[in-house]
């Protein structure tokens, strides 16, 4: 039996907490909020998240969605935002070894431009380990754009069923790792068939 594509709980207990912190202050209704998400998407929000338990990525996307369109006037800059938040305080955190190279600027101590980046190629597949953490699906790589040989590109492969919100956030958090080199604004996603694409749109 195929498993359900899934995500830790890490990333879904946040949203969580939102969508019922938007029930108690009244500013949207339980009854809308039934009407957005599924009844098992309800039983996920009145359980108890567990960080390490794994959830449905469609329960993700339907609470973002949702929070989009009530909190971000349902622009997905919002969810971007989101995501750019969640890599800084992730990063601050040191809550993932793979995003501890932040800390070091290995980036910006590289003075010669190949050189510099290289290291941030290196990083970049460092941090594309993350996804097997956190995702019971897709399959991840970086490597230097076919069509700009001094940019990179991240391919994640067998994305049906990566929610559009999630690439948003997704994008987010990748330019959270180049904000924190102060190199911010340099990142683009699409979809192509079954899988997403990450592109540099500029050189380091």
Known sequence: MTAIPSMKGSLTNELAEDVRKLIAEGTVSRSEVERRLSPEDLEVLDSEITVTGWYDVRFYARCAELLRDVLGGGRNEYLFQ??????????EAGLY??????????????????????AYGRDLRLFMTLSKSLLNFTSWAATVDPDHADRYIIVVEGAAAYPDALAWATEGLIESMAASHGMGNMWRHRRVGDRIEFRMTRSL
């Open 97 to 118: 070894q793979q995003m501890e190279y932040a800390s070091r600027a290995q980036v910006q101590d590289e003075m010669d431009p190949e050189a510099r980046f290289k």
């Open 82 to 91: 989101r995501g750019l938040d969640k890599g800084k305080k992730l990063i």
